[in-house]
């Protein structure tokens, strides 16, 4: 089966971040990694929620979200439930890439990957996870446990191999930390997290290249953790120096994470020189880590919490005898990696697996094959037999530096409180996983089985001898639940927003404020939100506007952007996007909102430039395609723009239904290239809703009656009677009024003529298509008829209310260039009225269907011309 | 290129050099506050302190280091015996 043209070796750097990368490249100091870059291919990696390494890890090596694969935190219950541990392998309920090559006859290696203990009898080697976990304390012994290595007669070849952090000597230290003399070692346990880091890394790759060296092998899998664990310890004191910072640390360690990097570039140089170009290479990170002004000093007080840090791209980089040569790849994700790979050994796909095969990367790509699932396959994949004991008190050490990292409180003396808090921590993450997903159904299942569930509560005895400091570090309190119900919500409120549950996102944001503030939860973006939802644009204005007063972030003038935006404050949307920007210039969502902005500013030129940046950043993204598009079209690029709006199509994961109108649009305006400005097609539209609108009293009963006359059936429920204002009726349907919150029923109006006031035209869903027949009428007319129709002095205009109508009118017509849905004529009341028959002509011809011209001017009764200026 | 293989333990001297033999060319980067690159041909003096370029070189380095520790002991060792 081994064939040298499948060798592969997956290099996996924990955290590692291109923002690092380039500067130290560009400097020539990371030659290794440049060289791999200039043979190959490059990219940036998306992360997953939520992102957790364990997780994330072993959807690389499965091809599988984690609700699959099983992996769902850094912590496990133990098989006998007597406590908990750092998470084994026990926990992967699918096989991973190496089990299924050991199925079909290749040979792995695997070391340091997370997790891996306890070792699979996989055809190849396995130094797992375990191998590098010493103690510190030079007096106490290390055995290697029974599943450490497999196989186990390697163990003693390969025990050696294992540095110790006490053997890290000050030449390893003074590169990466020069005036690490001055530190006090009393208080700062800087340089002990150094050592043990170093050391544990120094295992792996000494393991690592002597398997590489002396085995034979197909596969090869290595995993570092130095980059991201250096970032976790060190990132604060990175450059440039964060206000909070002492000087005096920020001079000693602001050369670590640095370090960190060109360590692992000089580990690269040396695995590199152990293979040959027949050998495929990857170097992966499964997420970045920030280095900006979004470090966090001050971690909040929820699981995981560290994880805040990780930034949504990390790198990918491959280089080999069938991968393209010095050439930028896309939208490339962590659960592609394993179908690519098996894809590489010529091996089918499993359909069952979320990701996609890589074909990008390839010079001459394949087809790929597929299979239903490997899950469901007969035969000997080197997976355990059943679930593997391991002793406790192992553990502990373990558990510690997760604890250490911050990546979990320190688990509960109580070992009851301590498995249900995991158990807890565990239903939350896959909570999270379906989050991240979108699927928000099973998210808020789990969600809400969690926060109705009944939890145990610190009592005042649990506050009594050692316990108390730990407590009262995790910031308990007597009478607090022993569960943290806080992020729970947190969850339910993001996604009561998305689904727009605008009262059960009121109650949740309640619940959260009520609740005692153990950590500081920014909630003013879901605020902001709920109340946009509600329609007091103003006010979510006024919050963002605080926050930013409080605190700038490019997030919160993004948010603020896209509320100016909504009121139409082009000028104010373009400057908010531009401070985004300036926050973070590599925001491919930032580039796509202020090229939207200059559409309507109509600097076409600058608007398509930011949504090619946009697109540049993340090539798959349907709006910024779409945005592209739209630039083209008003600069009389048609040809592009057609293509930037497929493009926009058949990214989306559902029908992109603006991009197929505009699609549809523009292969008119090529087949009519002198009408280029008219926004009306005279034809039919199948399933087309005609919409009758206008300012209130601007003739759009009269025009709802003479479509029914005419033979379009009216959407009516008739629950408004006719009256002194509208002897005729008002043809209304109730549910228009609150079509923000919801639009479903528009279904119902297809085929069929519906009126909707003008304020409310833009809630119509895209999906459709739309016959807009907008009726104007002089405004001080309208104006005066709503006076007499409420009771008030018709000679008495309030000037305000002028203001606003004219506002809406605007509103109308930039609305309805920029929706490719909508066609609309405007139709003079006056003209309705005085010549008749010509609008009967225009609104038939535009409405595209046989009707009874007859019967709609019948309709027209002069005498109901009133309030005439 | 390659390096001859030689090794001169030398007693009551603390510092052992070691030669080794490659078939590959080596380019080890020593972390001083200049990365320098030696080019291929020349031999490496291991010294007790170690440096991060032999940690990067893996195995072999890890283990040449540790050869020169525990020499260096066995030398202290008979140092303090006579």
């Known amino acids: ?869 | 290129m390659f390096c001859c293989f030689t090794s001169h333990p030398e007693k009551g001297n603390v510092q052992q050099v070691i030669n080794y033999c490659f078939v590959k060319q080596i380019t080890l980067l020593k972390m001083t506050n200049k990365n320098k690159i030696l080019t291929n041909n020349q031999s490496y003096t291991i010294t007790i302190e170690g440096s991060l370029g032999l940690l990067a070189y893996g195995d072999i380095g890890l283990r040449a280091w540790r050869e020169v520790k525990n020499n260096n002991n066995i030398n202290k060792i008979d140092n303090h015996v006579k």
């Not at chain 1, 565990?426 to 099973?442: A, I």
């Not at chain 1, 998305?498 to 503030?517: C, F, G, M, T, V």
């Not at chain 1, 003038?557 to 896209?562: A, H, M």
């Open chain 1, 1 to 869: 089966m081994s064939n040298k043209k499948n060798k592969t070796l997956l290099i996996g750097w924990d955290a590692a971040d291109w923002e690092i990368i380039w500067p130290l490249i560009s400097k020539g100091e990371m030659p290794a990694l440049k060289k791999l870059i200039s043979r190959g291919v490059y990219g940036n990696m998306s992360t997953m929620n939520p992102p957790y390494s364990p997780m994330l890890w072993s959807s690389v090596a499965t091809g599988k979200t984690p609700d699959k694969h099983g992996v769902l935190g850094f912590i496990e219950l133990m098989p006998d439930m007597k406590g908990v541990r750092p998470v084994t392998a026990n926990s992967r309920k699918v096989k991973a890439i190496w089990n299924i090559l050991h199925n079909q006859g290749f040979k792995s290696n695997l070391i340091g990957w997370w997790p891996s203990f306890p070792a699979e009898p996989i055809n190849g080697v396995v130094v797992t996870d375990k191998f590098q976990k010493v103690k510190a304390d030079p007096d106490k012994k290390n055995p290697m446990l029974k599943g450490t290595i497999h196989p186990e007669s390697l163990t003693q070849e390969l025990e050696d191999l294992r540095m110790f952090p006490y053997e890290i000597t000050k030449a390893h230290i003074l590169p990466c930390i020069p005036k690490a003399a001055e530190i006090d070692q009393e208080n700062d346990k800087g340089l002990r997290t150094f050592a043990r880091i170093l050391a544990e890394n120094t295992s792996v790759h000494a393991a690592a290249t002597n398997l590489i060296r002396t085995t034979k092998w197909d596969f090869t899998a290595v995993y570092y953790d130095l980059i991201d664990h250096f970032c976790h310890a060190f990132m604060k004191f990175h450059p440039p120096k964060l206000n909070a910072v002492p000087q005096h640390l920020f001079e000693i360690y602001n050369q670590a994470v640095v370090s960190a990097y060109k360590i692992q570039d000089m580990m690269l140089e040396r695995t590199m020189s152990l293979i040959d170009d027949d050998t495929t290479v990857i170097v992966m990170s499964d997420h970045g880590y920030e280095s900006g002004y979004k470090r966090i000093l001050k971690m909040p007080k929820y699981p995981a919490a560290p994880a805040l840090e990780h930034r949504q791209f990390g790198i990918f980089v491959a280089a080999g005898p069938n991968i393209k040569q010095n050439e930028k790849v896309f939208g490339l994700s962590l659960i592609d990696v394993a179908p690519t790979l098996l894809h590489m050994f010529d091996l089918p796909i499993g359909k069952d697996m979320d990701g996609k095969v890589a074909l990008d990367i390839f010079k001459e790509p394949t087809k790929p094959k597929y299979i239903d699932s490997w899950e469901t396959l007969e035969g000997d994949f080197g997976q355990h037999k059943e679930v593997v004991e391991t002793d406790q008190l192992n553990e502990q050490e373990a558990l510690q530096q997760l604890i250490d990292l911050g990546y979990i409180d320190k688990p509960d003396e109580d070992i009851g409180i301590a498995i249900l808090k995991t158990k807890c921590d565990l239903k939350h993450n896959l909570g999270r996983v379906y989050l991240g997903k979108k699927d928000f159904e099973k998210a808020k299942k789990i969600l809400l089985e969690l926060i109705n569930d009944t939890y145990p509560k610190y009592q005042k005895s649990d506050f009594e001898g050692e316990k108390k400091e730990e407590l009262e570090k995790q910031g308990y309190k007597e009478g607090d639940s022993v569960v943290d119900i806080i992020p729970y919500y947190m969850d339910l409120l993001s996604i009561s927003i998305a689904q727009n549950e605008i009262e059960n996102a009121e109650h949740y944001l309640s619940q959260l404020r009520r609740l005692d503030k153990r950590f500081d939860i920014n909630t003013y973006f879901s605020e902001a939100k709920i109340l946009v939802a509600k329609g007091k644009i103003h006010q979510a204005l006024k919050v963002l506007q605080a926050a930013k007063n409080n605190k700038p972030n490019a997030e919160v003038w993004y948010q603020i952007g896209k509320i100016h935006m909504q009121l139409f404050q082009f000028e104010k949307a373009k400057e908010a996007f531009e401070n985004a920007l300036n926050f973070e210039v590599d925001r491919a969502k930032f580039h796509q909102a202020l090229a939207a902005t200059l559409i309507h500013l109509k600097d076409y030129e600058n608007a398509a430039e930011h949504a090619l940046i946009s697109i540049e950043l993340v090539k798959y993204y349907p709006e910024a395609h779409y945005t592209l598009g739209e630039a083209l079209e008003k600069l009389g690029d048609l040809e592009n723009a057609k293509i930037a709006y497929e493009t926009a199509n058949s990214l989306k994961p559902v029908k992109h239904v603006k991009a197929e109108k505009a699609i549809e649009n523009i292969d008119d305006k090529l087949v009519n290239k002198t009408n280029l400005k008219d926004k009306a097609v005279y034809k039919y539209r199948k399933d087309q809703i005609v919409i009758v609108s206008g300012l209130p009293r601007s003739g759009t009963s009269v025009m709802m009656q003479m479509l029914n006359k005419g033979g379009v059936e009216v959407l009516t429920d008739a629950n408004r009677k006719a009256d002194a204002s509208n002897p005729k009726g008002y043809f209304e349907y109730d549910p228009v009024m609150s079509i923000h919150k919801d639009n479903k029923w528009l279904d119902l109006a297809q085929n069929k003529s519906v009126k909707v006031v003008a304020p409310l035209l833009k809630f119509l869903d895209p999906k459709y298509r739309y016959k807009v027949i907008f009726m104007s009428r002089d405004l001080n007319e309208i104006v005066k008829s709503q006076q007499k129709m409420i009771g008030k002095d018709p000679e008495t205009l309030p000037t305000r209310l002028f203001e606003t109508y004219k506002k809406h009118l605007h509103q109308v017509d930039v609305w309805k260039d920029k929706e490719p849905s909508v066609e609309l004529i405007y139709v003079d009341y006056k003209d309705v009225i005085n010549d008749s028959k010509t609008v009967v002509d225009k609104v038939t011809s535009f409405v595209g269907v046989d009707m009874n011209k007859d019967e709609m001017l019948k309709c027209v009764d002069k005498s109901l011309y009133r309030n005439k200026l």
